[in-house]
């Protein structure tokens, strides 16, 4: 079981992680004219930084630093911050400063600061904030996932051919190729499919149901740690491929009459497969 002391329980994480992101949250939203006028490139030329993202991840480890000292943090934009401060029994705090930074650089109001506390290497709180909306979605480990006061249980879709589905790309173009060898399959057998561009909001989407399921190659720990929770804490199965944890080769979200036969198909089409 993991351990979690008396002053650090999932909802006390939580109440950290939630008034620290939406400190961030409104930082990303005042900075965003002057941060699209510095935007960088990281992996691929398609891979966009801004300056935004880089204060945003400043301010949570300056916030988490001030409060919880011995705790560490793995952020997309640094890294691994006193990663030895700890050893057994710490706290370490999952953040993606602005997911969906594409969508933040054009102003499609779909991105989000993302923020998850990790205990012994589980999970156990998490949230996912959209500056642009001021949607909220919220999760501890057994304590179930909420948006606006509402517990969210994700679709009762029951047949994957009326099934509306969420997925996203990567930015190498030979990895997109593979991708969309796959998209071009899998369309014909679901409702339809959806790329918004921030796979937390994806997956706290898909806990609320506005998605019936979801599924992407290639993302990262900050991806997918806080909405992983969320999405999982509103009864969806939250797993890789053939039994593996969800990761970088795959994640599929969904309800469980919906995950057998998303999992048979991404796997039959090969959807880890590829750059």
Same mark, same amino acid.
């Given at each position: ?34 941060? *699209? ?17 880089? /204060? ?12 919880? @000292? ?7 934009? !640094? ?5 030895? /401060? *700890? /050893? ?5 705090? *999952? %953040?993606? @400063?602005?997911?969906?930074?594409? #969508?933040?650089? !054009? ?7 993302? +923020? ?13 904030? #959209? ?46 190729? $593979?991708?969309? /060898? ?10 339809? *499919? ?10 706290? +989407?898909?806990?609320?149901?506005? +998605?019936?399921? !979801?599924?992407?190659?290639?993302? #990262?720990?900050?991806? $997918? ?15 890789? %491929?053939?039994?593996?944890? @969800? ?7 969904? =309800? ?6 998303? $999992? ?10 590829? =750059?």
């Amino acid at each position: 079981m993991t351990a979690i002391s008396a002053t650090s329980t999932p909802a006390e994480l939580l109440a950290v992680a939630v008034r620290i992101a939406r400190e961030a949250a409104a930082t990303a939203r005042r900075m965003r004219a002057e941060a *699209i006028q510095d935007v960088q490139t990281k992996s691929t030329d398609t891979d966009v930084v801004t300056a935004a993202d880089k /204060a945003v991840e400043r301010q949570v480890v300056e916030a988490l630093r001030a409060e919880r @000292p011995g705790d560490t943090v793995l952020g997309e934009e !640094y890294g691994d911050t006193d990663a030895t /401060a *700890i /050893a057994g029994g710490g706290t370490r705090w *999952i %953040l993606d @400063p602005i997911d969906g930074t594409v #969508n933040y650089l !054009y102003d499609i109001p779909a991105y989000a600061v993302s +923020l998850a506390a990790e205990v012994d290497g589980v999970v156990v709180a998490g949230v996912v904030h #959209n500056p642009a909306t001021g949607d909220e979605w919220t999760a501890t480990l057994g304590g179930g996932a909420w948006r606006a006061g509402r517990r969210l249980t994700g679709s009762t879709r029951e047949t994957l051919d009326q099934a509306l589905v969420g997925t996203g790309f990567g930015y190498d173009s030979a990895r997109r190729r $593979h991708q969309g /060898a796959v998209f071009a399959e899998l369309i014909t057998r679901i409702r339809d *499919i959806r790329r918004i561009g921030a796979a937390s909001v994806d997956l706290c +989407l898909a806990a609320e149901g506005r +998605l019936d399921a !979801y599924f992407e190659k290639g993302l #990262n720990h900050w991806d $997918h740690a806080a909405g992983g929770l969320i999405a999982a804490e509103a009864g969806l199965r939250v797993s890789g %491929l053939d039994g593996a944890a @969800p990761g970088p080769d795959m994640l599929v979200a969904a =309800p469980p009459a919906l995950f057998g036969p998303l $999992h048979d198909a991404l796997v039959e089409l090969d959807a880890s497969g590829g =750059p």
